[in-house]
């Protein structure tokens, strides 16, 4: 789980708005229920959302929004967001239904974050002209500008999520969630003792039951900066605690925490430790609720991570036997598995690169994912390696001028400003 936040022309209209209509600034959505209680179960799941509390005890807390009031349409738009798949789409698609009939902003809202949510690979940003303008109308809503610097942070726009954020905290109430969202832009300007001073206020502040990904992500970002690995997995394995405790792993496993563990331990040489996070991060996967299509493809990323430490064990041989089983898996995955064929060059150019067949790397480097700030990074030592000093200078300088904060960037942009040093 980063990036920033508001367009200039975002805040023109903010602005434009204000000058024309001081009323119209504090303009929110309408509620579509005549239901008191409705709204406050509302309320609450909203703020529990904004302490990252998450798990059964806020689904439930979902439900009795619905059962309030079964016809409020943001009740099922909140029931369907902290629901884990696959239940939640048949919620997702009620408010859509019950939307036809709510207020306009209600509606507007809810048409936005279908976009966002079906497009959760590279085009959930579809979805930002519609809350950009959303957010111009109702420039009193707080919920618009939080879930626009949430889409910015991913799409790589962190000024803009930045500005977002802080329009968030203007309306108020502050939250822990903006607050630590907020964190990313120290991180991305290198002030990285500023951003854990405020993660581990936010930290403090949460109640028991939370689980904080920004938080335990962000610090473990802090520290791979600083090349302090020891501290980067304690802040991980702190919320995998956290995500365990919380009930969290019950709508979807704790692989993810598991596999970051891994990447970290693989690229410091601590090659053991790594194929047993792998391997653990895995075992949570056969018996979660996931649908057996995402199971497949947790299987592909732990076989991706084994052929890789297999790399790094120089057994060369091995992983790319063992690589060919990944490729099989695209392949048999047809028209839908052509997707993962960036993570295919990935793997086939990391595999290379480590036996030393620089030419290769670079070839299967330059058809990976050419905006991850790690790839990058593998594709500038390949052509380090192959004497081509500019091509290396030339992807190490995209390392740097990389502005997504995440595992990837945390591991290469140190190496990669080294590099552009020397």
Known sequence: MTKRIFCLGFAAALAAGAAADPAATSRRFEWTTKS???????????????????????????????????????GEYYLSAVMPPPDNQAHLDRAVALSKKASDGERRFIDAMVVARANQGANF????PALEKLAADYPGERLVPVILGQIYQGAGEAEKASAAFRRADEIGP????????????????GDYERARL????????????????????GLAY???????????????????????ASGAAQGFPEVFIWN????????????DEAMKAYQKGYESVPGSSLPEDQKQVWLGRLQ??????????????????EA??????????????????????????????????????????????????????????????????????????AVVESNQNSIERALAYPEAKRKLAS
């Not at 008191?36 to 689904?59: C, I, M, W, Y």
């Not at 970051?260 to 693989?266: C, K, T, V």
Request: aromatic share 10%; charged share 30%.
């Open 125 to 128: 940003k579809d979805a930002i």
């Open 324 to 397: 060919q089983l990944v490729k099989k898996m695209i392949d048999d995955g047809g028209e839908a598995g052509k997707q993962y064929l960036p993570a295919w060059h990935y793997l086939a150019g990391y595999l290379k690169l480590e036996a030393g067949d620089y030419p290769a790397a670079v070839a299967e480097l330059k058809q990976a994912n050419g905006q991850d700030p790690f790839h990058l990074l593998l594709l500038a030592r390949a052509y380090e390696r192959s004497g081509d000093r500019a091509e290396a200078r030339k992807a190490y300088q």
């Open 36 to 74: 008191g209680e409705a709204r406050q179960r509302l309320l609450e799941v909203q703020q529990r959302v904004e302490s990252f509390q998450f798990g059964p005890d806020t689904v439930a807390v979902a439900r009795s929004i619905v059962a309030a009031d079964p016809e409020f349409a943001m």
């Open 304 to 321: 991706h991570g084994r052929c890789r430490v297999l790399a790094k064990m120089g057994k060369h041989e091995e992983a790319w036997a």
């Open 198 to 217: 405020t993660l581990l206020e936010v930290e403090k502040s949460l109640p028991k039951g939370a689980a904080p990904f920004a938080v335990g992500y």
């Open 174 to 189: 502050p939250s822990p969630r903006v607050r630590a969202f907020l964190a990313n832009d120290d991180l991305l300007h």
């Open 260 to 271: 970051s563990i891994a990447r970290i331990e693989l690229e410091n040489g601590r090659l």
């Open 222 to 244: 802090s520290y791979l900066y600083e090349g302090k690995v020891d501290a980067a997995l304690d802040a991980l394995r702190t919320y995998l605690a956290e995500y365990e």
